[in-house]
């Protein structure tokens, strides 16, 4: 069925601007992540558009980059590099998968890969600033 989660993905509590973009799911293991492709995503060919895919890119490099940090730091996007690969359907299962390449005492570099099945549809880079909590 279209809506349904796979098994393994949780909701996920989210910042209130999520709320218009839709239900962001974490998966198993750190960095994993996954959403439904709905209607109020698609652009005018019907496929998931450009600006979403790269909010929940967005959005899952930052929470993939904490979870891997554990250690408090807030995290927030320096640049972003986005390369679109395929289209994505409307009730297509997005999974992001979140990596940290390189962690500096200010700044993370993390990458990014959207799929739907085998079929990778786009690629990430992103820059991170590191705010660590003050003791």
Do not use: C, Q
């Not at 839709?22 to 750190?30: C, E, H, K, M, N």
């Not at 980059?65 to 986005?82: C, P």
């Amino acid at each position: 069925m279209a809506d349904e989660v796979p098994a393994g993905f949780e909701p996920m509590e989210m910042a209130p601007f999520m709320t218009f973009v839709g239900p962001l799911y974490r998966g198993p293991g750190i960095g994993r992540f996954g959403m439904r492709v709905l209607p109020e995503h698609a652009n005018t060919h019907g496929k998931a558009h450009g600006g979403f895919l790269a909010t929940v890119v967005d959005v899952a490099v930052s929470r993939g980059t904490r979870m891997s940090l554990a250690d408090g730091s807030t995290v927030s996007t320096i640049s972003m590099t986005l390369d679109y690969l395929e289209p994505a359907d409307i009730g297509a299962w997005l999974e992001i998968a979140a990596t940290v390449d390189r962690v500096g005492g200010r700044t993370v570099f993390t990458s990014a890969r959207v799929t739907v099945g085998d079929l990778w549809v786009a690629k990430a880079s992103a820059i991170l600033a590191r705010h660590r909590p003050r003791s």
